[in-house]
């Protein structure tokens, strides 16, 4: 990327307008739009066949109205389904619903999950996987109550308007994925950006290309600490606490210290085509080691850091479509953006180096 002709000044232009615009438009988005209607909690969590149950359901941005049409059901392993015989709205978050439990099921489990499905003009079909135990007693029983299971549920409602995903655990922290992976991805293209530049001062022995390296290098790792800073409170909220040794976590952070090195390498070395080609040398070799501790090792183990361990990650249980429109925007922008940081770190580096010739 050279600076002194005019094509790369257009694109250094359009990296820092149209990179700040869709930064400003990740961070705006992200914040205000709000979330789907979903299932805080449901209590009690086990339901005895043969009873007559009646549960709380807590919601979360949900608007449950007594005169609704709503309709509340347990969906059975069987894929059969349980219709709630009253429902009491207490509040637009809160209501109870009453349950008639037939004392003989149609699954030959003692102990069995269901879903809970809340069927809401409004908000929508909301869904709690796993939400409710169902116990029954003696199998053997013949008797059950005729009309109790129903095979549809009808018509499902959707939720209209622009919102994001309502997750479990995650809540209001998903809106996290649009600042916290858009930085790792603006790092990785950083590092491989000045993995190029190294290549070439090898190649060249030209000192401008070391000058792209260490300042690509230099943005790369301040994009390395910022999405740390923000996977550790990520991590506070879905894992109970900042840091807990997860795998990911250590692999990373022995990545950045081992490009702290790469800083710490250049400031040991007086002669300037030493430190410049000492320095290419080792941040090849720091890139090609990024590779297995990042994508590789955690991939290996078990880990609770999602796209390791058999863990998917960026699928349609992490991102729909409207988080799409929001996330991928955010990733252009970053990446977009800090190369024009590092564009001017290179101009700095580069009259540092002329003020030092003289």
């Known amino acids: 990327m050279e600076i002194n002709t005019k094509a790369g000044s257009g694109f250094i232009s ?42 709380s359901i807590s919601g979360y941005n949900t608007n449950f109205k007594e005169k609704e049409d709503l309709h509340v059901f347990l969906k059975l392993k069987d894929g059969s389904f349980i219709e709630s015989s009253n429902n009491l709205v207490r509040s637009p978050n809160f209501m109870q619903v009453a349950f008639q439990i037939p004392a003989q099921l149609p699954i030959n489990d003692k102990i069995s999950e269901a879903v809970l499905l809340v069927n809401s003009p409004t908000d929508g079909a909301l869904v709690k996987p796993s939400a409710i135990t169902l116990r029954q007693g003696d199998l053997t029983l013949t008797t059950k109550m005729d009309g109790v299971f129903i095979k549809d549920p009808g018509k499902l409602h959707q939720h209209i308007g622009w919102s994001f995903p309502y997750r479990l655990i995650l809540e209001e922290t998903i809106r996290n994925s649009y600042y916290h992976i858009p930085l790792w991805f603006a790092m990785l293209v950083l590092f491989g950006y000045s993995v190029w530049a190294s290549w070439k001062y090898l190649k060249t022995k030209q000192a401008k290309f070391d000058d792209i390296a260490v300042a690509s290098t230099s943005t ?4 390395g600490i910022l999405g740390l800073a923000t996977g550790a409170l990520w991590a506070k909220h879905t894992w109970g606490q900042y840091w807990s040794g997860d795998i990911k976590q250590n692999m990373t952070a022995i990545s950045l210290l081992i490009y702290f090195a790469y800083f710490i390498l250049r400031s040991s070395l007086e002669d300037p085509q030493k430190k410049y080609s000492l320095s290419a040398v080792y941040n090849i070799f720091a890139f090609i080691a990024l590779i297995p501790l990042i994508f590789v090792i955690p991939r290996l183990t078990d880990s609770l850091h ?28 970053w990446i977009l953006f800090t190369l024009w940081i590092a564009n001017l770190l290179k101009r700095l580096n580069k009259l540092e180096r002329i003020k030092a010739d003289y």
Do not use: H, W
Not at 316 to 331: I, K, Q, T, W
């Open 14 to 55: 359009f990296c820092k307008y149209i990179g700040g615009i869709l930064i400003v438009y990740s961070l705006v988005a992200g914040l205000i739009i709000p979330l789907k209607p979903g299932i805080l909690s449901v209590e009690p969590l086990v339901l005895d066949a043969g009873k007559q149950s009646t549960i």
């Open 220 to 223: 790369g790792m301040l994009l």
């Open 306 to 333: 999602p796209g390791n361990g058999g863990n998917p990650a960026m699928g349609g249980e992490d991102l729909d479509n409207s988080m799409r429109m929001v996330f991928y925007p955010a990733c252009i922008g």
